[in-house]
């Protein structure tokens, strides 16, 4: 009588657990710019939107401001799985290959630069596949700026990329970088990010190359006397979370988080440029002088890394893959 109890009461447990709702997912995901600011509130909303078509089974915990280490971290992170999401550049220290979505001059206006890196684009393509061998898959992409030199003196012969300027840039330590101010009259130094500020404002280096006006400034307005948007490069960030964790969602929860993914790429592309427009005038209202580029001298410089810098870069990550996918890219 006693088994007979104890069997009908788990036979009523097990029921009643399989009528309780499941777990909701709570995604951490990762980005690389401080609470309240555009980036911030775009996962924001694409949360909510999530957290409604799916009837609050899945949210998103957002981490600000690298709080779960550097964007470079936070890729191999999220390819083992410790975290779940990100939105930030890819990291080149893992694959240098990805150099190719910061080739500079690859895009030279926003509306060649959709054509390239929009979805279904060559190189969107390109970076997915990639991402795809680090167990990481690729939602969305999130276009950001074109990108520009901060300098914390006057400007030498901006336009003018045959001309040697004496002036010693910041680089991120990444090749291209590298090579494109090498190639345009600067004399790059290779830095961290998290010395960069104080190398400026110490004058062990007299500016800044590899981000744009949105990123300067955050990070460098108060050592920016002078900003030269020369269009060096894309900066594109991705939408990005690990595949087995997508993997575990249902097919539903998968949909809903593809279908916020797009909507948060549409909406950034529809954006992005006046964004540019609006974080060149937060310089000049900070006491930088904006430098106006012809677009003669951005052709110029654009041809001169064109021809210089490419050959180096495609060399250095496959020329054979990396030049079809260049090709169909232009035409």
Known sequence: MKLKKTAQALLLAAATLSVLPATAATLKISHVRPQGTVIDNDIKRMGEE???????????????????????LVQERISVGA?????QPASTATDRRMQLGLLP????NWEEAQKIYGNGAPVREAMEEL????????????????GGISLNRDAVEPGQPDVSKGIK????????????ADNVGYIGSPLPFSEAFTAVQTGVVDGVIGSG???YYASFRDVTKTYIPLNTHFEIWYLMINSERFHDLSDKEQAALKAAAANFEQRRWQQ???DQIA?????????????????????QTSDKVRRTVWPEILNDIGAEWSQAIVDKALN
Do not use: C, W
Not at 83 to 87: E, G, K, L, Y
Not at 131 to 146: C, E, G, K, N, R
């Open 105 to 108: 001059y690859l895009a030279t």
């Open 213 to 215: 006006a949105e990123g």
């Open 131 to 146: 991402f795809t061998h680090q167990d990481i898959t690729l939602l969305a992409a999130y276009p950001v700026y074109f």
């Open 83 to 87: 975290i779940d999401m990100a939105v």
């Open 279 to 299: 974080n060149e005038k937060k310089l000049a209202d900070n006491g930088a002088q904006i430098i106006q580029v012809t677009p003669q001298q951005l052709a």
């Open 272 to 274: 992005a440029e006046q």
């Open 50 to 72: 999530i957290n409604t078509t799916t009837d609050g089974d899945v949210k998103l915990r957002i981490y600000a401001a690298n709080a779960l280490g550097d964007y470079t």
């Open 169 to 180: 840039l910041r680089v991120p330590p990444i090749k291209s970088f590298q090579l494109l």
